[in-house]
């Protein structure tokens, strides 16, 4: 496997001077291709920055941030918005669906945005939509359907151009116990067909189904379980829910 995200002593100083806040403090990370990585933390851990940075929403005070090889760290919000069209597909605890489209016309908005034809992007995403078990729900709309399935439909979108990383935020924060069951299977899939996935959590149960465990805590990487199974390895503990 090659080295998909490369993180190089990363701080994010917020109000730098004699009230600075370190939300990162000489963080360093290196994901491989393929890995399905839980990054967990409680609130106020740095988790949620740490998050902004590998998905170029921010950029960090000091360090680099490689994402397939390219020195993110300084480019500006068009240059930033262009990587994450191409490189990321973000899944959100919100859904952020807009309520007056259908679920297929949901996964097809971004599409517009990069430029791909009407013929090109519905065929994408209906496929996406069938991937997720909602082939037959695509004409429905958000109010149509229940929160798993929003959140499959916001995971189709995320998919549907086949971006190299999949940045979950707390992908199942907003559902009950089976709908997360069901999120859950649909991201370890989309790990085991090729995928990257990242997931962002303050669960220990949601932690323990990667393959790898990135504890944050004051703004540093507390512990790194590295490569795994199913469980945290010796010495790596998941904080409870909250």
Do not use: W
Not at 41 to 47: A, R
Not at 159 to 187: C, F, K, Y
């Amino acid at each position: 496997m090659n080295a998909l995200v490369e993180v190089k002593d990363i701080c994010k100083v917020y109000h730098p001077g004699e009230n600075e806040v370190r939300a990162l403090d000489h963080v360093c990370v290196t994901i491989q291709e393929g890995e399905f990585v839980a990054i967990i933390g409680q609130s106020g851990s740095g988790k949620s920055t740490l998050m902004n940075m590998l998905g170029c929403l921010d950029v960090p005070t000091s360090g680099t941030y490689l994402l397939h090889g390219q020195d993110v760290s300084d480019l500006d919000d068009n240059e930033l918005s262009d990587i994450r069209n191409r490189e990321i597909g973000f899944v959100f605890q919100g859904f952020n669906l807009i309520q007056n489209l259908s679920a297929l016309e949901n996964v097809e908005l971004p599409l517009i945005y990069r430029g791909i034809s009407k013929t090109k992007r519905r065929r994408m995403a209906e496929q996406a939509l069938e991937k997720v078990g909602l082939g037959d729900r695509m004409k429905h709309k958000p109010s149509e359907m229940s929160g798993g399935q929003q959140q499959r439909v916001a995971i189709a979108r995320a998919i549907a151009q086949a971006p190299p990383v999949i940045l979950a935020d707390e992908p199942t924060g907003n559902l009950d116990s089976g709908s997360s069951r069901e999120i859950m299977q649909i991201l370890k899939g989309l790990h085991e067909g090729g995928h990257t996935v990242i997931i962002i959590t303050h669960s220990g149960e949601i932690a323990a189904q990667t393959k790898r465990i990135i504890k944050i805590r004051d703004g540093r990487v507390e512990q790194d379980s590295g490569q795994r199974e199913t469980a945290p390895g010796p010495g790596v503990s998941a904080p409870p829910e909250t």
